[in-house]
């Protein structure tokens, strides 16, 4: 299909005007035909990313997107595809780029700071997820309508999994001004000390009005990168000085930790003490279309939750939900690490009595309460003592044959990260029992 004003994608979203154009994607406006939201629809040509060789960066941006959830990270609602397109649809950040904004002159030092505060918050999230974005700049920074800020572009972004056995990255990439020291000496760098050192930059660029580093010969600037050679302006208060001073230290051992940043008083000044932390969304709406395959896909709106019936029974499978959840057909590992996954799906032949008996002997000793249950459905839910906040999960059993059935867990709400450790550490092995087969394994026993 091609996209034009008027379109409407897969019979969910208008699509609007262009946004904005690239080598290989457009973004359009886009809007929600079922809620009337607005959101922003980037659409990536398949073709020519292949050809590009920018398969695996196309992948992970999405991984990344999808895994790291915050208030001032764009998030992202959906994966959708055809044969020849992927469509992301993203939250819309009406302010457009902090750049555009800054092109007017340097912030007002409160401005300045709240910018700062939100930018450091995103950030800190993504490092708690093992998450470096490797290109913060203003340009990859929107705004929101009511002027909060929105981190965005994880195409650059490495995970946990790209170090090597040095436990650094060694990928040169960025935006040469942003770039911290150690990447340009191609030795190996920390991602969370490079992404610091850049926030340090935009901090930089928000008070003042131009970069720290400049210059019109390329190896001159990163000789003052090197050295970190600058001079901040007489009108940037001495305490934010001593703080840039510290962020833009090029020792990586010695640069200022993000604890230590907003430890500091001209950071603590007005924020909010409820927001100071990372405040994650409760409920996460996102979903990875079922036929959303880089290299191949046809579109299909069969899906198991459309199959759920409201009856007093379990709920039977057809055969297209059945082949929605084939291993063949389950192309979401193309966007998601398996380790990321948000559910976890197995088939048994175990009465669904001994499965839901099964189920609530491992809640009990997860201290995870039954919160509701009902035929098919059981909710357990409990406090979460390593990250102090509430924990739900939900199981549906779905009835394929009398004695065949299909188990579904899903994160209802609760730390992300947290419960992907549990399903790996304590529920699948204490599952297996009742297991005949992992969803896209083999049968254990054949």
Known sequence: MEEKKGNVLMQKY????????????????????????????????????????????TKREISVMALVKHPNILQLYEVMATKSKIYLVIEHAKGGELFKKLTKGRLKENVARKYFQQLISAVECC???????????????LLAENGNLKVSDFGLSALAESKRQDGLLHTTCGTPAYVAPEVISRKG???????????????FVLLAGYLPFHDSNLMEMYTKIRKAEFKCPNWVPLEVRKLVCRILDPNPHTRISIAKIKENSWFKKGLDSRNA??????????????????????????????????LPK???????????????FDLSGLFIRKDQKEDLQFI??????????????????????????????????????????????????????PSFHL?????????KVEY???????????????????????????
Not at 315 to 328: P, Y
Not at 374 to 382: H, V
Not at 420 to 446: C, D, F, H, T, Y
């Open 14 to 57: 208008e699509l609007g005007r262009l946004l904005g154009q690239g080598n290989f994607a457009k973004v359009y406006y886009g809007r929600n035909l079922e809620t009337g939201q607005s959101v922003a629809i980037k659409v990536i040509d398949k073709e020519k990313v292949l050809k590009a060789g920018l398969i695996e960066q």
């Open 127 to 141: 490092h708690s997820r093992d998450v470096y974005h490797r290109d913060l700049k203003p340009e990859n920074v």
């Open 189 to 203: 760098y920390d991602g969370a000390k490079a992404d610091i050192w850049s926030c340090g930059v935009i901090l």
């Open 277 to 310: 932390g990372i405040k994650l969304e409760e409920k996460e709406n996102f979903s990875v279309d079922a036929n959303a395959n880089i290299d191949a896909c046809t579109h299909n709106s069969t899906s198991p939750s459309a199959s759920k019936l409201e």
């Open 314 to 328: 379990l709920t039977n499978l057809n055969a297209f939900d059945i082949i929605a959840l084939s291993s063949g």
């Open 348 to 401: 048994s032949v175990k009465p669904a009595s001994s499965i839901m008996s099964k189920l609530e002997e491992v809640g009990r000793n997860l201290k995870l309460e039954v919160k509701k249950k009902e035929a098919g459905f059981i909710r357990l839910e409990g406090l979460n003592a390593a990250r102090y906040e509430t924990l739900s999960i939900d199981v549906e059993i779905f009835e394929i044959t």
């Open 407 to 415: 188990v579904e867990l899903k994160r209802s709400y609760g730390d």
């Open 420 to 446: 992907q450790k549990m399903l790996r550490q304590v529920i699948r092995p204490a599952l297996e029992k009742i297991v005949w087969s992992w969803q896209g394994e083999q049968p254990i026993n054949s």
